[in-house]
């Protein structure tokens, strides 16, 4: 990723793929609480809001999924969803 602005540990940064992320980093690298967004075919398909640590989804958090789900949990070092969460699909149902 290349890094657009950074003021104080926020930063918004953009690669060539047009991934964006957009929240806390230090030193330049995603860490502490923000959103990075994967577009796909124009348009925003998957989206994670929560904690980051050292460039890598971590705690608590919440990853969607365009016109198919969000999940609301835990998600490990690897940023793999882990423990307990609530996983929500746009047509109501809850797992």
């Known amino acids: ?4 602005a950074q003021e104080e540990n926020t ?3 953009e690669n060539v793929d047009n991934n964006r992320y957009r929240g806390n ?3 330049g690298i995603r860490h502490g609480n923000g959103t990075y967004s994967y ?3 124009g348009r925003e398909m998957f ?15 919440k990853f969607s999924i365009a016109g198919v789900s969000d999940y609301e949990g ?3 070092s690897n940023g793999e969803i882990t423990g307990y969460g609530k996983r929500t699909w746009v047509d109501g ?3």
């Open 93 to 95: 149902r809850i797992y």
């Open 47 to 61: 989206k994670y809001n929560g904690n980051w640590v050292t460039g890598n989804k971590k705690g608590k958090g």
């Open 11 to 13: 930063s918004s940064l």
């Open 25 to 27: 980093s230090k030193g």
């Open 1 to 4: 990723m290349d890094l657009i």
């Open 39 to 41: 577009p796909m075919g």
């Open 74 to 76: 835990e998600f490990d």
